[in-house]
């Protein structure tokens, strides 16, 4: 008696294990967290996030939220009045260290030859002359003109400085429950790191609620349409379901959190998890209408052994290509990575083993009477066995792409070296956009541009001298009047730079303070004083009265170290990039200058870390593709020719994204790697359909066109499974998601072109000879 299969003797056990792996992987769901906080993606160790860290350990977070209040005349009473109750408002809730709006500065003038600190506004303004006095006092004061109040005195900023540790969701939840209790007819917007964690950590969670589900409607109608057999649906569908839920139970498993990146994983899972279910589906079809005699466990024991080759190689293939995402320094690419080739080689072996286990067991249904019964892919490879290359599809549909595929197969034949040379004419076109490529600047493209938070970029970049902030900690006597005049010296040059709104630090405060202790004119007057004790003696009389608040932000309480803070805008990477070198070669040879951060230069790290990644990422992928592709064929002639289809993507692809504007971010640095990912699989199933064919005993000429209309028909159908998987991500709140969409969905159609039509024209060009080798 035969010795029974082992699919067949262990289903049960198959089946309970894929079981338990379920239920683990729904319980690891609960546990699942969001990251949104960019600065966390690198790694811990980049120089600026050390000396960020280290000078907000000092002076505190930098992470203000800057609330900007917009109004015809933000000076008129009821506006101010507005301004002011918030301004109180905020200043009593526990969450907030420090609340800073015009209503709330002191400003500093001389009165009888004294110092006197009191608020800029100490009364509503009653009278078109007071209104014109508090115009002038605010134009003459520079720490709240273009400050705390626009140029044209149509907004004014709140600064929030939360406590270190409070949640971003209970800041905005205390902000809107404030500003629902102080209604008014201006227009409040907000900006700053917690207000875009907040709500892209909102977004994320709309993205997981919103496209899981779509993307699992958008795979099943797939499904239905291409079996129309509920049966046959469900058993690849079931494969689908099982390995997103394990791909996002890995990511507690591992200790980490869901990111924006993260978005992407559910999808690429549905994508690419139901492809080798569907050959197990087809195959069974096949059998029931050609062997209808076979019991169901004989088909799927058949299925196994016939499969169980082709299949591995596509799943490893695509696992090479999503692995080059793990040399991303970027750490949810990595993570990304890691998770998606884990959970790709379970739905491999998911479709290995489970499938067959349950095809096993499944009562064996009814034997299509003739070939419009069976499912469309099954029908495809029925055709491809019995040589059905005159076979003519009944569909419009059917037949457009029989007619495409019958065509491009006969032009491959007869004219391979035009058709080379159509793909490297469109290859130079679209790739010498690769010199005209951006890296994001930042990242606040994040969320839409109508969105609140960068309408209110718009305003602060435009009436308060930029969003962005570098800071410059120096250790020493900071009382030292030449210590004072050298950061002075400082703010002076740097103010000079293209995009620099402000430069703030102590000597500016001292300087402030000079112009009210003396009148113009003075030689005292608008200078650092001289000796050390009247430095220390203009802050004790500012202290008497002023905000010891402000005084925190430029230097500690011992006066041994303190912070010079530049605000400026910055619209590309290499603005930032002139700005810091400027910075950089100004106090580079400073003994007492230690250390640069800001969440600016945190951000140019993520930037830079997109391209490097990239790289890294390509060259592995491509390098794991030729050695894979090598080893599949015997032949690294099979490797190189093999990446041809996959390079054209990618090097098309990113053209594009210059010719169009489109910048690289921490999205689209994930592209190439799941683009060679996803595409190789087309090189390798046309490849080995023309090396089938001439171990039958056909020629090259003849082997092409008869690949081209039966095999890829499947590979045709199967792109626009994946195609059709990643369109949901056009639904995504965010735009650089969507643009990821449009990037990948470009790449696998350039993979799908060029595996279909270039490769079968240069295999019948350069007649290869590891596809005369025979096929074992």
Not at 89 to 106: A, D, H, L, P, R
Not at 466 to 478: A, Q
Not at 666 to 672: C, F, G, P, Q, R
Not at 756 to 768: E, G, N, T
Request: with cysteine.
């Amino acid at each position: 008696m035969e010795k029974q299969h082992f699919i067949i003797r262990y289903r049960k056990l198959i089946l309970f294990l894929t079981g338990l792996f379920l239920l683990a992987s729904l319980f690891l769901l609960t546990r699942i967290s969001f990251n949104s906080d960019l600065r966390s993606y690198l790694p811990d160790s980049i120089p600026e996030k050390v000396h960020t860290d280290s000078i907000e350990a000092v002076f505190g977070s930098g992470d203000y939220i800057l609330l900007v209040v917009t109004a015809e005349d933000v000076l008129k009473p009821a506006t101010l009045e507005r301004i002011r109750r918030l301004t109180s408002g905020f200043s009593e809730q526990e969450v907030f260290s420090n609340v800073i709006s015009m209503t709330t500065y002191k400003e500093i003038r001389g009165e009888s030859g004294m110092l006197v600190v009191t608020p800029l506004i100490p009364e509503l303004p009653l009278s078109p002359a007071d209104e014109a006095a508090l115009r002038q006092n605010i134009r003459a004061d520079e720490l709240v003109w273009e400050h705390l109040v626009s140029a044209d005195y149509r907004n004014a900023l709140i600064m929030l400085k939360p406590k270190q540790g409070v949640p971003d969701k209970i800041l905005m939840e205390t902000i809107s429950a404030l500003l629902a209790l102080e209604p008014g007819e201006e227009a409040i917007t907000m900006t700053g790191q917690p207000v875009l964690r907040f709500e892209a950590e909102k977004n994320i969670s709309r993205d997981l609620m919103l496209l899981l589900p779509a993307g699992l409607l958008v795979m099943f109608l797939f499904l239905w349409f291409s079996f129309r057999d509920i049966r046959s649906v469900l058993l690849p569908f079931s494969v689908v379901l099982l390995s997103t839920v394990a791909a996002l139970g890995l990511i507690p498993l591992f200790g980490w959190q869901m990111s924006i990146i993260g978005i992407l994983l559910p999808i690429m899972m549905i994508a690419i998890a139901n492809n080798y279910g569907i050959y197990f589906i087809a195959r069974q079809q096949e059998l029931l209408f050609d062997r209808p005699q076979m019991t169901m466990e004989e088909i799927a024991v058949d299925n196994y052994k016939y499969l169980k080759k082709p299949v591995i190689f596509c799943g490893l293939t695509t696992i090479a290509g999503v692995m080059g995402m793990v040399s991303h320094i970027i750490r949810p690419a990595s993570q990304m990575g890691i998770v998606s080739a884990v959970a790709i080689g379970f739905a491999l072996m998911l479709s290995l083993f489970y499938i067959p286990a349950v095809m096993s067991a499944m009562k064996k249904g009814k034997a299509p009477s003739e070939p419009g019964k069976a499912g469309d892919l099954a029908r495809e490879v029925r055709n491809e066995r019995i040589g059905g290359i005159g076979h003519v599809p009944s569909s419009p549909g059917k037949l457009a792409i029989f007619n495409f595929l019958n065509r491009a197969g006969h032009l491959s034949v007869v004219q391979p070296i035009r058709v080379a040379g159509v793909f490297m004419l469109i290859l130079v076109v679209l790739s010498s956009g690769l010199f005209s490529i951006r890296n994001a600047g930042d990242h606040n493209r994040i969320l839409p541009q109508k969105h609140f938070f960068n309408q209110s970029l718009k305003i602060i970049n435009s009436g308060f001298g930029g969003n962005k902030m570098i800071s410059l900690m120096f250790e020493g006597d900071v009382l030292d009047p030449e210590f004072l005049r050298k950061m002075d010296h400082y703010a002076e040059s740097i103010s000079e730079a293209d995009g620099v709104g402000s430069v703030t630090s102590l000597a500016t405060l001292i300087r402030k303070i000079s112009k009210g202790l003396f009148e113009p004119g003075d030689e005292l007057y608008d200078r650092i004083p001289d000796s050390r004790e009247a430095t220390a003696q203009y802050l004790e009389l500012y202290l008497l009265d002023g905000d010891p608040a402000w005084l925190e932000e430029m230097t500690d309480f011992n006066y041994t170290r303190a912070l010079l803070t530049i605000q400026f805008q910055a619209a590309t990477l290499e603005e930032l990039q002139i700005l810091e070198k400027r910075v950089t070669d100004l106090v580079n040879e400073d003994p007492q200058f230690t250390r640069m951060g800001g969440y600016s230069l945190i951000e140019k790290e993520i930037c830079l870390s997109v391209v490097k990644g990239q790289y890294a990422s390509l060259l592995f992928a491509l390098a794991a593709i030729f050695i894979l592709l090598s080893i599949i064929f015997g032949s690294f002639t099979a490797g190189m020719l093999g990446s041809v289809p996959l390079l054209f993507a990618i090097l098309c692809t990113f053209g594009f994204m210059g010719w169009t504007g489109m910048e690289l971010n921490i999205v689209t640095a994930l592209l190439s790697s799941v683009s060679i990912g996803l595409g190789v699989d087309f090189t390798i199933q046309i490849l080995w359909k023309i090396k089938s064919g001439i171990a039958s005993g056909l020629t090259m000429e003849a082997a092409v066109p008869a690949a081209m209309t039966t095999i890829g028909k499947g590979i045709f159908i199967n792109a626009l499974a994946v195609i059709f998987g990643f369109s949901v991500l056009f639904l995504s709140a965010f735009p650089v998601i969507r643009s990821f969409a449009a990037l990948i969905i470009l790449s696998l159609i350039l993979c799908l072109t060029s595996a279909l039509i270039l490769i079968p024209a240069l295999c019948v060009w350069m007649k290869p000879g590891f596809l005369y080798k025979s096929v074992k």
